[in-house]
């Protein structure tokens, strides 16, 4: 979808392209759930839009990995108004979902900066319980409420606002000794409390 959005700005005889050029719904897939099942949930009793849609991270193939390492974020968000149509998806999807789950990669990056800094009202940060995996946690949140404090500051009509933030452990050993799991847990809270 990014690809295709900057291929049109870049053609666009008007310096940015019309955020009615971002369409969300070409690029996801309704779910048949279960998948080859033949029962079928009563979605009916959702209401009428019940319904689970994929989006997946790219149209895997031998050339997705060349693609995502070589595509030009600075000249996507700074010469082709790469933010305000990001911006126009994100209303598009909110428009359409009750609610979305989107899964960004590990630490910071172009990608994973879309996932954590542009698109969410609520981030949900998972890590491990080990001194690593919680101060890399913890760096993303702090980068995350910074940038998006930058960015309400620098326009107020950028549609980013504050984020909730939620630290989540993860693969928390029950079986482990009790003292571990404390001394781990505590270290988490203190880390994060800020």
Same mark, same amino acid.
């Given at each position: 979808?990014?690809? !295709?959005? /900057? !291929?049109?700005?870049a053609t666009a005889s008007e310096p940015l392209v019309p955020t009615d050029a971002v369409d969300i719904i070409n690029y996801v897939e309704p779910l048949e759930w279960p998948r080859h099942s033949t029962v079928t949930p009563n979605w009916k009793r959702f209401g009428p839009r019940a319904g689970i849609d994929l989006m997946g991270a790219g149209r895997q193939g031998p050339s997705y990995s060349v693609k995502l390492s070589t595509f030009n974020w600075i000249d996507f968000y700074e010469r082709l108004g790469g933010r305000g149509l990001l911006q126009a998806a994100?209303?598009?999807m909110r428009a359409t979902y009750d609610y979305m789950l989107i899964d960004s990669r590990t630490g910071m990056s172009d990608t994973s900066g879309i996932c954590t800094i542009e698109m969410p009202d609520t981030l949900v940060i998972c890590f491990t319980l080990n001194e690593q995996s919680i101060r890399g !946690?913890?760096?993303v949140a702090e980068s995350v409420r /910074?940038?998006?404090a930058a960015a309400s500051r620098s326009s107020a009509e950028s549609g980013v606002g504050p984020t909730r933030l939620f630290p989540v452990p993860t693969r928390v050993e029950t079986t482990s000794e009790a003292d571990k799991l404390k001394a781990a847990l505590d270290l988490a809270k203190r880390?994060? !409390?800020?």
């Open positions: 979808m990014v690809g !295709a959005l /900057a !291929a049109e700005a994100r209303q598009q !946690a913890v760096g /910074a940038q998006r880390t994060f !409390a800020p």
